[in-house]
């Protein structure tokens, strides 16, 4: 779970510019919207890593069944808490919604970026403090230009629990190996993804992200093929 508005009181109007700002309603999504026009909304929770279950429980893996709204509110005549799920990955749809792949997509390169700024900081030798300034003004590129092609909830950029001074005891070898790695996430979720995009242009954009991602990826091949670094 990536985003929570608060807990408290939600009008219905704010509740449906926030669900709309994220996720295009369905028709038949609108039909229990309607019903909570005369609820206290407590809650709106969103995730783009996971799902929650009809009673509101939430799990890292997206199954069938799962939804990736969940609205938390009151009746008012009975005063009954109630969960409502939204965007539910139903069972004749098989394959994952594109903006779950997209939300997918900008959380690893988030995670990417913090990586090599974390590497950055570490690096003493002026090739790697090069590479790795160049490896996060690339993935700041990709960030700007998703977020100004599509409705992304903030994501909270983490560490994976390795503070700096601990990525230097690493050591090198370990550092190329993760960024291999990374690059190697990021070109599997790109060629996921960019065969779902209609949009031409925002097609294009992409395939120009993933250009530059193939070619950063060819970098930490190099050096881990050519033993650079013993």
């Known amino acids: 779970m990536n985003s929570i508005s608060n807990n408290g009181t939600i009008s219905y109007r704010e509740t449906l510019s926030k669900i709309s700002q ?16 005369k609820a206290n909304i407590r809650c709106l929770s969103f995730t783009t890593d996971g799902g929650f279950c009809e009673k509101g429980n939430f799990y890292k893996n997206l199954e069938v069944g799962l939804g990736t709204i969940r609205i938390n509110y009151q009746d008012k005549d009975t005063a009954k808490e109630r969960i409502l799920i939204l965007n539910k990955l139903e ?3 098989e394959e994952i919604p594109v903006e779950f792949k997209i939300n997918a997509l900008y959380q690893k390169i988030e995670d ?12 003493n030798r002026l090739y790697f403090k090069t590479l790795f300034k160049k490896l996060c003004f690339h993935k700041k590129a990709y960030i700007s230009g998703l977020k100004s092609q599509y409705k992304l909830a903030n994501y909270r950029r983490k560490q ?4 700096c001074k601990e990525l230097s005891s690493k050591g090198r070898v370990f550092v190329i ?11 599997s979720l790109y060629r996921d993804v960019i065969p779902n995009i209609a949009d031409l242009h925002d ?3 992409l395939e120009s992200h993933l250009k ?15 033993n650079f670094l013993r």
């Open 22 to 37: 994220k996720h295009h309603i369905q028709p038949n999504e609108r039909r229990f919207l309607k019903e909570l026009k």
């Open 112 to 123: 990417a970026f913090c990586f090599y700024s974390q590497a950055l900081d570490e690096s």
């Open 177 to 187: 190996k993760r960024g291999l790695e990374l690059q190697s996430e990021l070109e």
């Open 91 to 93: 069972k004749e749809n």
């Open 212 to 226: 530059y991602v193939m070619e950063d990826k060819r970098v930490f091949s190099r050096l881990k093929s050519a």
């Open 203 to 205: 097609r294009h954009t």
């Open 160 to 163: 994976k629990g390795i503070k």
